[in-house]
C-alpha cells in the first residue's frame, strides 16, 4: 500500500464504484471500497484511507450519519472527506460543509477527470 495514495470509496451503486475504481487506479491511487454506511465507517477506522468519497443516500446508515460519526472519532476525524452525490439542493450542500466535508460534488455535474483533481486538490498535490 503506498502511503498517501489510499481512497475509501463509498458508494451503493456498484457501477459508477468500478468506473471511479478503474479511473482512480489508473492515477496511481489504492482504491477500498464500502457499499453502505456501516461498511464506510469500519473501513475508515481500519484502513485509515487517506480521503473519502462520501456519497449521501445509501443503506443503512446515510452519508451525512457517516461524516458525523467520522469525524466525531479521533481515529477519522482528520480524514479528508470529499462528499460524492445526486442531491444538487444548496440546503445538502451546506450540510455536508457544516458536518465538515473537505469538498462537495454532484455526481451529474461533474466528469470522473474534476473528481480526480479535487482529490489530489484535497491531499496537497
Do not use: C, H, W
Not at 458508494?11 to 482504491?31: C, N, P, Q, S
Not at 462528499?83 to 455535474?109: F, M
Request: glycine share 6%.
Amino acid at each position: 500500500m503506498e502511503s498517501g495514495k489510499v481512497i475509501l470509496l463509498v458508494d451503493d451503486d456498484l457501477t459508477l464504484r468500478e468506473m471511479y475504481d478503474e479511473r482512480l487506479k489508473a492515477e496511481g491511487f489504492e482504491i477500498i471500497q464500502a457499499s453502505n454506511g456501516e461498511e464506510a465507517i469500519a473501513k475508515a477506522k481500519d484502513v485509515k484511507p487517506n480521503v473519502i468519497l462520501l456519497d449521501i443516500m445509501m443503506p443503512k446508515i446515510n452519508g451525512f450519519d457517516v461524516l458525523k460519526d467520522l469525524k466525531e472519532n479521533p481515529e477519522t476525524k482528520d480524514t479528508p472527506v470529499i462528499i460524492l452525490t445526486a442531491l444538487i439542493q444548496d440546503v445538502d450542500r451546506l450540510q455536508g460543509k457544516k458536518l465538515g466535508a473537505a469538498d462537495y460534488i454532484v455526481k451529474s455535474e461533474t466528469m470522473p477527470g474534476e473528481v480526480i483533481a479535487k482529490i489530489k486538490k484535497v491531499m496537497g498535490n
